[in-house]
């Protein structure tokens, strides 16, 4: 068990650029979610997927965000026209798939911290 | 909308004491209550997390009940340790066909030795 490994840990970028994130759960994870968390806040829920298929999305998660887990293994979040509110740290958690999503207790990765400028 | 509250937002206190974190909620209809831990610059730990069928659960010095009815969760940590130092998290996953957690903004745990 090697944890939840989320590339880059950190990212500045200009206004207007795109930007991907990748996460890596742990093996055998099946579960996967992906969570924003500004200064002095708890995380926000962007989405969650259930091996490849993108189950729930926010409404935080507008038109210039997209996330893909094209094999149900690793993840990426996209954000195309950055703009300044992107900033944030970017969350990936993964938990696993043999007992119920509602009680199986989230791991966390270590975040990516996007700054734009 | 579901709304997690948590009091106080930051707390000192010397090592070796007992100390107490606390949440509400808005919405009694969950599934489970969760508590984590985030060190500065660091991801989430898992520390406990309560079905809504429980009352309570323990690991080591840790102890969190749960009164779904009131909306209400505490943090019980024994004999604390400078180590404990953190932000604590307490989030809320309402279930009724979402998987997403809804985070309280935690409280800032200082243990001084």
């Known amino acids: 068990d090697t944890g939840v490994s989320q590339d880059p840990r950190h990212k500045i970028t200009k206004r207007g650029q795109n930007v991907t994130f990748r996460c890596d759960p742990i093996s055998e994870h099946n579960r996967l979610y992906w969570y924003r968390q500004t200064l002095g806040q708890g995380p926000e829920f962007l989405t969650y997927?259930?091996?490849?298929?993108?189950?729930?999305k926010s409404r935080l998660l507008s038109d210039r965000f997209s996330a893909e887990r094209p094999k149900g293994s690793f993840s990426t979040l996209e954000i195309q026209r950055t703009e300044q509110g992107d900033s944030a740290m970017y969350l990936c958690?993964?938990?696993?798939?043999?007992?119920?999503?509602?009680?199986?207790?989230?791991?966390f990765g270590n975040g990516t911290r996007l700054t734009v400028t | 909308k579901q709304e997690v509250t948590q009091i106080p937002a930051a707390l000192s206190v010397p090592e070796g004491e007992n100390l107490v974190l606390n949440c509400s909620f808005t919405d009694s209809a969950i599934y489970n209550l969760q508590w984590f831990r985030q060190d500065p610059g660091k991801g989430l730990t898992s520390l406990l997390l309560?079905?809504?069928?429980?009352r309570e659960q323990t690991s080591g010095r840790l102890n969190a009940s749960l009164d779904k009815s009131s909306g209400r969760s505490t943090l019980y940590i024994a004999a604390s340790q400078p180590g404990d130092s953190a932000t604590y998290l307490c989030?809320?996953?309402?279930?009724?066909?979402?998987?997403?957690?809804?985070f309280g903004k935690g409280t800032k745990l200082s243990v001084i030795p």
């Open positions: 997927f259930q091996n490849e298929a993108q189950l729930e």
């Open positions: 958690a993964s938990s696993p798939g043999h007992s119920s999503a509602y009680n199986s207790p989230l791991h």
């Open positions: 309560i079905q809504s069928s429980q």
């Open positions: 989030a809320v996953l309402d279930g009724a066909g979402s998987y997403q957690l809804t």
